[in-house]
């Protein structure tokens, strides 16, 4: 019997290169996540709906990769906790915002 997603993780990060995805990918072996991550050229892309995701290490493990010229967000969808976490990556920063996901158009949706 299949359960219901508790997280939906959806990612993408552009440029990014075969290193950011190895490392990526160690993250998420270490968690038993399989098949989540891809690089599309110079797009790197997360995709992964479960009980569990290493969302924080994720972000962590991408840090070393951002340039001045990176593009991207993560979004952590906790169904549980009916919450949005947003993760953006521009131009070598990173910011979060979280809202309940009966607001997360208006929170989360304006740097």
């Known amino acids: 019997m299949s359960r219901d997603p508790l997280i939906k993780v959806y990612a993408s990060?552009?440029?990014?290169?075969?290193a950011a995805l190895e490392a990526v990918n160690a993250v998420l072996?270490?968690?038993?996540?399989?098949?989540?991550?891809?690089?599309?050229?110079?797009?790197?892309r997360i995709s992964?709906?479960?009980?569990?995701?290493?969302?924080?290490?994720?972000?962590e493990a991408l840090k070393?990769?951002?340039r001045e010229d990176s593009r991207g967000r993560l979004d952590e969808i906790d169904l549980e906790a009916w919450t949005l976490r947003r993760w953006f990556f521009d131009y070598g920063r990173?910011?979060?915002?979280?809202?309940s996901l009966d607001q997360a158009l208006e929170s989360c949706g304006t740097r």
Not at 13 to 18: E, I, N, R
Not at 48 to 59: I, L
Not at 94 to 99: D, G, I, K, V
Request: hydrophobic content about 45%; proline content about 7%; cysteine-free.
């Open 48 to 59: 992964h709906e479960g009980e569990y995701f290493p969302t924080g290490e994720v972000v």
């Open 94 to 99: 990173l910011m979060s915002r979280r809202a």
């Open 13 to 18: 990060l552009y440029p990014a290169d075969a």
């Open 29 to 44: 072996a270490s968690w038993y996540v399989e098949d989540a991550a891809e690089l599309a050229g110079d797009l790197l």
């Open 64 to 66: 070393p990769f951002l």
